[in-house]
Nanobody
Framework: QVQLVESGGGLVQAGGSLRLSCAAS????????MAWYRQAPGRQRELVAR???????NYADSVKGRFTISRDNAKNTVYLQMNSLKPEDTAVYYC???????????????WGQGTLVTVSS
């Protein structure tokens, strides 16, 4: 019913920038927090950045000062601006949104399909 679709991934040289987008579509009653996670080959999925419904943010230490998360509530979209990219940022980036679920009367995390970011050295 509700889907998250990421876009904006690709290949970039170290020091470059990319902007990821994630748009929620379908029958949406409410979205609470939204976040970006990433998973590199052989690594566990990790939280990169999170933004609450009122705009409060937090970041992984590894991306502080380089990445910026933002959202457009009218468009049900979250963005991740990635600057000064490093090879260690290479990963599949996943969007997550806490979407109201009527069946359980709670906000539940919903995942996008992922978008690949590759940073060359």
């Amino acid at each position: 019913q509700v889907q998250l679709v990421e876009s904006g991934g690709g290949l970039v040289q170290a020091g470059g920038s990319l902007r990821l987008s994630c748009a929620a579509s379908g029958s949406i009653f409410s979205i609470n927090a939204m976040a970006w996670y990433r998973q590199a080959p052989g690594r566990q999925r990790e939280l990169v950045a999170r933004i609450t419904s009122d705009g409060n943010t937090n970041y992984a230490d590894s991306v502080k000062g380089r990445f910026t998360i933002s959202r457009d509530n009218a468009k049900n979209t979250v963005y991740l601006q990635m600057n000064s990219l490093k090879p260690e940022d290479t990963a599949v980036y996943y969007c997550n949104a806490e979407v109201w679920n009527y069946d359980v009367a709670r906000y539940l995390g919903l995942w996008g399909q992922g978008t690949l970011v590759t940073v060359s050295s």
